[in-house]
């Protein structure tokens, strides 16, 4: 009887703290792995800089076009290459768990190499976005760019701001 009344005290005290846990996994917050919690294949662009590029009514209905054209691509490309990005995680965990740098090194870099027509797929989709943006609205893009792609010296999007590929928005 002791033991069980400790157990059920136990349990009580607890439950505010399971609570407290369930309800932030439950709250929007963004999913972590990315500056923005958007990750790159959910748009085009995250939705904080179309706001900040404050598009007419017009080029909302382009943008929102192209954004489900490019969703689709990207989910089918992603679709179609799951498995092998699926094997190279577990062979970048193992890597990680064995503490072998040169293959956590080459498993990256395979890694670069499969999701190059994935990053190509974005650019071409981003370069239909700038046809029909402003200069203005094309500098508000640029200036926001390297913030998204988490850029930043030694950062994941490269050097210095710049792209997964190392190369610096295109300029117009």
Do not use: C
């Amino acid at each position: 009887m002791k033991r069980t009344l400790i157990a059920f005290a136990a349990v009580a005290l607890l439950l505010p703290f399971a609570a407290v846990r369930t309800e932030a996994q439950t709250t929007n917050t963004p999913p972590p792995g990315h500056p923005t919690g958007i990750r790159p294949g959910d748009s085009v662009l995250p939705p904080v800089i179309v706001d900040k590029l404050a598009l007419t009514a017009d080029q909302k209905t382009q943008y929102d076009t192209l954004n489900v054209a490019y969703k689709k691509e990207h989910d089918a490309w992603m679709s179609a290459h799951q498995a092998q990005l699926d094997a190279l995680q577990q062979q970048t965990q193992a890597a990680r768990q064995a503490n072998d740098h040169d293959k956590m090194d080459e498993l990256r870099q395979q890694r670069r190499e499969l999701m190059k027509p994935a990053n190509d797929l974005r650019k071409q989709y981003l370069d239909k976005v700038r046809d029909f943006l402003t200069d203005d609205q094309k500098k508000t893009l640029d200036s926001n760019l390297p913030q998204w792609r988490g850029g930043g010296p030694g950062g994941p999007g490269g050097p210095a701001g710049h792209g997964p590929d190392g190369a610096p928005p295109p300029k117009d």
